[in-house]
């Protein structure tokens, strides 16, 4: 069974901290993705990876950026937090062929103040 | 860039309705097509996907879709829903020239009442 873990499910944070959301896939998948999810708006892709070090922006990457330093680890950093990025975000990895399915991680609700 | 919408919101129903959720999606290309479905606390699972052959797809818990080129349509069936089918229901398409990014629908919540 695929695993993709996320570092917290409940994030309380001030206007103007970093943040670091951590996600870990177990499944040796080269791909992975970072998401948020809003009442309404579905998923909106934020960042996502092919390959260590590698990266491209999403939908929505302004406000964020991201880290991947090794295969089965990826990081999103919100380097200075604001109200409007209050919401879930949810973390995906994924072979490399098209047909391939994306697994999700729990989610992390992250609230800023 | 491709867009995907699912009509209704919020659907109410009562146990052993039928269920139809609809998903259009606007790329006209060579397309692979996903349900999935978030329980309350839970995290988001496949339900089902197509990627070829048959356009008439079986998932898990007695869901099906069917996809529809011509329509660009991709909707979700259950004929006889449970209480435990209370969930939010998002469509997504993967469309070959973004390689393996997904587009969502804006996600229907189900209420299925006892």
């Known amino acids: 069974d695929v695993k993709v873990t996320q570092s917290s499910r409940y994030l309380v944070k001030r206007t103007g901290e970093k943040v670091f959301l951590e996600c870990v896939q177990d499944m040796d998948h080269e791909n992975m993705f970072w998401y948020r999810q809003d009442p309404g708006l579905g998923l909106r892709l934020i960042y996502f990876s092919y390959d260590v070090k590698m990266k491209e922006k999403g939908d929505i990457p302004e406000g964020y950026s991201v880290s991947r330093e090794k295969k089965e680890r990826f990081s999103l950093i919100l380097e200075s937090a604001s109200t409007n990025q209050t919401s879930m975000y949810l973390c995906?990895?994924?072979?490399?062929?098209?047909?391939?399915?994306?697994?999700f991680g729990p989610g992390t609700r992250l609230t800023v103040l | 860039a491709q867009s995907v919408s699912q009509h209704n919101h919020h659907v109410i129903l009562s146990e052993a309705a039928s269920l139809e959720l609809g998903c259009n999606y606007s790329y006209g290309g060579t397309v692979n097509l996903f349900w999935y479905v978030q329980y309350p606390g839970q995290h988001l699972q496949l339900l089902l996907k197509y990627f070829s052959g048959d356009p008439l797809v079986k998932g898990i818990k007695g869901f099906e879709a069917e996809f529809i080129k011509s329509k660009f349509s991709f909707n979700l069936r259950k004929p006889s829903v449970q209480w435990s089918d209370t969930a939010e229901y998002f469509c997504a398409v993967n469309d070959k020239a973004a390689g393996n990014k997904l587009t969502f629908g804006g996600g229907t919540r189900v209420l299925v009442k006892p």
């Open positions: 995906a990895s994924s072979g490399t062929r098209f047909s391939d399915t994306q697994y």
